[in-house]
C-alpha cells in the first residue's frame, strides 16, 4: 500500500484526527495486508464503542482507535465474528439466516438538510419535525416514522467501510438511529462534495447480519435489501 493509499483512508475513516496519534497509525500500518477494513462507532445508553476492524485473510483484528485506553484482539472463527457483530451493536436478537428479501421502502433527501434537522430533533414538536421531513422527501408516510426514531432516538451508529480493490480502494458511508420503536439504517456518499441521503427501515439485527456479511464477503455493501 502507497502514501496515497495511506493518506485515502486515514482521511475517510478518521476525519476528526488532523494528526494522527499512536493507535491510528499503527491501524494504517496494519491495514497494508488488509482486505477490508471499519470504522465503527455506536452509542446506546452506556455502551459506547469507537472501534477499527481489519478483515486480513485468515483473521479479523479488532482495534481500539483511543491512545488513551489501548486494546486489540484478533478472531479467527466466522461464528466469533458474527457475535462480534452483533455485540458491538448491543444487540442480543442474532439472525440466523439472511433477511428475506421483501420490498424495503427507501427515502432520499439532501444530507446537509437532514444533518440540520437531526441536531434540533430532540428540541422540535413532532409535527414540525414530520411535516419538515415530508418536505424534503415527497413521501408522508415514512417521513412520519422516521421523524419519530429522530426525534426519541436512543441509538446512534455509524459505518466507514473501506474494501481493497485491484488499484485502489473503494468506500462506503452509512449511519444507524434506533428507538423502542425500530430504526432506519441511512446511507450517504463517501464524498463530501455529494450532499444525498438514503434512509431505509432497518432493525438493528439486521444492520449487525449486514456487516457480517461484508466482513466475510466484500464487496457486498452493508445493507439489509
Known amino acids: 500500500m502507497n502514501n496515497n493509499d495511506?493518506?485515502?483512508?486515514?482521511?475517510?475513516?478518521?476525519?476528526?484526527?488532523?494528526?494522527p496519534g499512536k493507535e491510528i497509525s499503527g491501524l494504517l500500518q496494519m491495514a497494508v495486508t488488509a482486505e477490508r477494513i471499519c470504522r465503527l462507532k455506536y452509542c446506546e445508553g452506556e455502551h459506547k464503542q469507537d472501534l477499527c476492524l481489519q478483515v486480513h485473510k485468515e483473521r479479523t483484528i479488532i482495534s481500539s482507535i483511543d491512545d488513551e485506553d489501548s486494546f486489540g484482539y484478533?478472531?479467527?472463527?466466522?461464528?466469533?465474528?458474527?457475535?462480534?457483530?452483533?455485540?458491538?451493536?448491543n444487540c442480543v436478537d442474532q439472525m440466523e439466516t439472511e433477511p428475506g428479501c421483501t420490498e424495503v421502502p427507501a427515502i432520499q433527501m439532501s444530507k446537509s438538510?437532514?444533518?440540520?434537522?437531526?441536531?434540533?430533533?430532540?428540541?422540535?414538536?413532532?409535527?414540525?419535525?414530520?411535516?419538515?421531513l415530508t418536505a424534503?422527501?415527497?413521501?408522508?408516510?415514512?417521513?412520519?416514522?422516521?421523524?419519530?426514531?429522530?426525534?426519541?432516538?436512543?441509538?446512534?451508529?455509524?459505518?466507514?467501510?473501506?474494501?481493497?480493490?485491484?488499484?485502489?480502494?473503494?468506500?462506503?458511508?452509512?449511519?444507524?438511529?434506533?428507538?423502542?420503536?425500530?430504526?432506519?439504517?441511512?446511507?450517504?456518499?463517501?464524498?463530501?462534495?455529494?450532499?444525498?441521503?438514503?434512509a431505509v427501515p432497518a432493525s438493528k439485527a439486521e444492520v449487525c447480519y449486514a456487516l457480517y456479511e461484508w466482513m466475510l464477503n466484500a464487496p457486498q455493501a452493508a445493507n439489509p435489501e
Not at 6 to 19: G, N
Not at 76 to 88: F, H, I, N, W
Request: proline fraction near 2%.
Open 6 to 19: 495511506k493518506v485515502y483512508l486515514a482521511r475517510f475513516l478518521f476525519p476528526e484526527a488532523t494528526t
Open 74 to 89: 484478533e478472531l479467527t472463527e466466522p461464528g466469533k465474528v458474527k457475535r462480534a457483530c452483533y455485540y458491538l451493536f
Open 113 to 132: 438538510r437532514f444533518d440540520e434537522l437531526k441536531a434540533k430533533a430532540a428540541t422540535t414538536n413532532l409535527y414540525f419535525l414530520a411535516e419538515s
Open 136 to 198: 424534503e422527501t415527497g413521501d408522508l408516510v415514512y417521513s412520519a416514522q422516521l421523524a419519530r426514531v429522530l426525534k426519541y432516538r436512543t441509538a446512534d451508529g455509524e459505518l466507514r467501510l473501506c474494501s481493497r480493490g485491484t488499484d485502489s480502494w473503494t468506500s462506503q458511508h452509512a449511519s444507524y438511529i434506533g428507538d423502542a420503536s425500530g430504526g432506519w439504517l441511512l446511507r450517504m456518499s463517501s464524498e463530501s462534495a455529494e450532499d444525498w441521503i438514503i
